[in-house]
């Protein structure tokens, strides 16, 4: 049976897809190098046309992958699991439908909610990262977003859908170079 | 020094050395849990422990983390801060990967004690003379001079259509461009650690429309290319200006394919020469010699070329020469060069070394008397380059 997904065909006017892969997420969670193989894999894919392509892949890489974790760690065994990266000038936009429970998906909203909030005054999405770091336990779902932020000044929207949920994060990485 | 191999993880290691307190951590890091990685936690521990003073924590070579592991790690680093404060900690970043300076760079504003150093921000000791401004004009022209001799020789080492090939050292990338204009490969980075290089060469490429040449930032002596990528890795006029060539040629030997070629051009710039005044000519070249050697650049590899590819570990090793002279195209072009190596050899170079007036007189004169043989009617001159490749054996 061909997965369901979920994409935003508004964006799609927006941005140009450059690559996606739809697998079951019963299939995506029976192995945790899935996330590496395919952060690896679609940043390599998509950064050849970039003006300093191992820098752009590499950094690509290392913000999908927290992405595709995040998404490995919902532990929802059902459904269907899609990844796409499209593209818009300098900005890469990863898109990831999966499924999800219900305390998850509220917990994905506080998360985007509080980077949202923090967007708007100067500095504080930062010194929220900088505390979660000299926390004694490992990092949780919204430092993780958080980092993203921070890091690689992405934008994270999140949208629910009937059986689904898509995280959508948008990397200003493409104009980067050494 | 300790090392701890990881058989579920393969791409990552780490090592501690004692003697230079230094803990390293390379290649990816993406553990699912913690418990992954405590023998390198545990390591890096007992690392801390046994030392005193500074303790340095390498990640250059370290090109992805999870923030799993970075959480790990880098708490482990601040608890000891608070367990030692008789220490400090020096993380060692490399500015090529692109990520590890600023997220490392955090933990100092958490722990004041850390601090963050990029080893790679001089490390090159020639190509301060080299790269800026006013030599780039003349290292178009050198390119398009001994073009006309290497378009034929390439193909006789590993040259062809639609290979995967890196240029490393490629400075202002002229020679990819060619190579991608006539050769027709279907992949070709080429690298160079001189920021200003490589911007001059995407404008060049977004100028003329050359498409399809990938132009990387990145440190020859560690390439952040994954293992035998490359049917062709190159490396012109650029082994002989670094202080530790056997270094590249390691990780060239690295990145290219089980039966690739790695081609390396080199000069002996002592026997470049001229007629007439053949006598001064050759008094000045053997002088530039010295004063490469006296910054620690072999200006003299060429014919040692073979030699440093047979103890890379090459098999089939080819080597060959040849003169580019002022009969090759329009004279001028050869005087243009040797203006410009006067200018900034004889300058900067000389005078950096403290040379007398007297000298820097007679060794401008040496210049002066090869572009003389150059534009002169009956006159010859020459800048002989040394080429040589060898195989990787399968």
Not at chain 1, 102 to 107: A, F
Not at chain 2, 218 to 244: K, P, W, Y
């Amino acid at each position: 049976m061909p997965p369901k997904t979920a994409h935003n065909n508004l964006a799609e006017l927006d941005f140009r897809m450059m690559v996606q892969i739809d697998m079951e997420m019963t299939t995506f969670n029976s192995n945790w190098t899935h996330c590496d193989y395919i952060s690896t894999y679609l940043a390599r894919t998509v950064s050849h046309n970039r003006p300093d392509s191992v820098l752009f892949a590499n950094l690509l890489s290392s913000a999908l992958n927290e992405l595709l974790e995040i998404t490995f760690r919902t532990r929802h065994s059902g459904g269907t699991f899609g990844c796409s990266v499209s593209r818009r000038n300098h900005v890469d936009r990863i898109e990831l439908t999966f499924t999800c429970g219900e305390d998850e998906r509220r917990s994905f909203e506080h998360a985007v909610t509080r980077i949202q909030a923090g967007a708007v005054e100067a500095g504080a999405v930062e010194a929220d990262y900088i505390s979660s770091l000299s926390r004694e336990v490992g990092p949780g779902r919204d430092m993780l977003l958080l980092e993203l932020v921070v890091s690689y000044k992405a934008q994270v929207r999140f949208d629910t859908y009937d059986d689904s949920v898509k995280l959508v994060v948008d990397l200003p990485l493409g104009g980067l170079t050494h | 020094m300790t090392a701890v191999p990881f058989t579920n993880s393969p791409p990552f290691k780490v090592q501690f050395d004692s003697s230079n307190q230094e803990f390293a951590i390379s290649g990816s890091v993406r553990p699912r849990s913690v418990d992954e990685i405590v023998p390198s936690l545990t390591l890096l521990r007992e690392a801390i422990d046994s030392v005193s003073g500074v303790f340095y924590l390498n990640v250059r070579r370290l090109s992805q983390m999870n923030n799993t592991a970075f959480h790990a790690f880098t708490h482990l680093l601040v608890d000891a801060c608070q367990a030692r404060p008789d220490m400090s900690f020096v993380v060692i970043t490399s500015s090529v990967v692109g990520w590890t300076t600023q997220k490392f760079g955090r933990l100092s504003r958490i722990e004041p004690a850390i601090r963050v150093e990029e080893y790679d921000a001089d490390f090159y000791p020639g190509q301060s003379f080299l790269e800026e401004g006013g030599f780039i004009p003349v290292l178009r022209t050198q390119t398009k001079m001994t073009w006309r001799h290497e378009c034929n020789i390439l193909p006789r080492h590993g040259m062809r259509e639609g290979i995967t090939m890196a240029d490393i050292c490629c400075g202002i990338g002229d020679f990819a461009a060619l190579v991608q204009k006539e050769f027709k490969p279907a992949r070709i980075v080429a690298l160079d650690h001189s920021r200003s290089s490589l911007a001059y060469a995407r404008q060049v490429a977004a100028d003329f429309n050359i498409r399809g040449v990938e132009y990387i930032y990145g440190d020859a002596s560690e390439m952040m290319f994954e293992d035998n990528q490359f049917d062709l890795v190159t490396c012109r006029h650029s082994l002989q200006i670094f202080d530790r060539p056997t270094l590249i040629l390691r990780e060239m030997y690295r990145i290219c394919k089980p039966g690739g070629r790695v081609y390396i051009t080199n000069e002996k710039i002592s026997q470049c020469l001229g007629e007439p005044h053949g006598e001064s000519i050759e008094w000045t070249y053997d002088e530039l010699a010295k004063l490469f050697a006296h910054f620690k650049m072999d200006l003299e590899m060429g014919p040692k070329n073979r030699h440093y590819l047979m103890d890379a570990g090459f098999d089939d090793v080819r080597a060959e020469s040849f003169m580019v002279t002022n009969l090759d195209g329009d004279p001028q072009d050869f005087a243009d060069v040797i203006q410009a190596w006067e200018d900034t050899f004889a300058g900067e170079m000389s005078n950096k070394r403290g040379d007398s007036p007297e000298f820097v007189e007679r060794f401008r004169r040496g210049f002066q008397d090869h572009i003389f043989a150059a534009l002169h009617p009956k006159g010859y001159a020459g800048w002989p380059v040394w080429v040589a490749s060898g195989r990787k054996p399968l």
